[in-house]
């Protein structure tokens, strides 16, 4: 009986990963420079503004489909670069999990971090007031750097906003709204965010 449930689990694997194909032809139809031995469990949702550079590094793993985290994926990822210009990397190694990135200038992240169920970031404030009611749409606008340094851990559910820095090895603890930078090996926990020394 186990040995039936191994195969089963091996076949399902082997289907999940057959998606995976699909998903990066997509990527690359769309544009995305994309590195040696990404893997895509799920369908994620991809988008490149004309005249923007989008980059998965190599062995770059996004985690789409409910079952591929131990917390569950309650959506795919989402990676968009939202302008012409705007940079979205990710190096060598980095593992996303239903995580949300939006670029409307330039969010990089170093090579081995790793993003917990639901984490999200942005560099831009989508939109702007408006007259006296309305709300105006500008990804542009007010928009800062992002830059995520190597071997990072981003919580679950965790969300950095514009013009944040995490040095590397950097730690943001689940459901963090982090405004400030990070320096390498801190730790930031809580809204908004405190940061918190190396651990000994």
């Not at 186990?2 to 076949?11: D, E, F, P, V």
């Not at 997509?26 to 005249?51: H, K, N, Q, T």
Request: proline fraction near 6%; charge should be positive; include cysteine.
């Amino acid at each position: 009986m186990a040995n039936l449930r191994q195969q089963a689990g091996l076949l399902v694997s082997r289907v999940r990963n057959a998606g995976s194909i699909l998903w990066r032809l997509e990527a690359r139809l769309r544009g995305i420079e994309l590195g040696e031995g990404c893997v895509m469990a799920g369908r994620p949702i991809l988008s490149v503004a004309p005249g923007s550079r989008f980059v998965l590094g190599e062995g770059v793993h996004l985690n789409s489909a409910p079952r591929t985290n131990p917390l569950g994926c309650f959506q795919p990822c989402v990676l968009r670069t939202l302008a012409p210009g705007a940079v979205l990397e990710l190096g060598r190694g980095v593992g996303l999990s239903g995580t949300v990135l939006a670029a409307g200038l330039e969010i990089r992240v170093g090579e081995g971090t790793i993003f917990g169920s639901g984490a999200m970031v942005f560099d831009n404030d989508f939109h702007f007031q408006q007259g006296e009611w309305d709300w105006g749409y500008d990804s542009t606008r007010n928009a800062r750097p992002v830059r995520i340094g190597r071997g990072c851990f981003i919580g679950a559910r965790a969300i950095l906003l514009k013009g944040v820095t995490l040095g590397d090895r950097a730690i943001v603890g689940a459901g963090a709204v982090v405004t400030r930078d990070v320096p390498a090996g801190h730790i930031a926990v809580g809204n908004p965010a405190r940061i918190l020394p190396p651990r000994a």
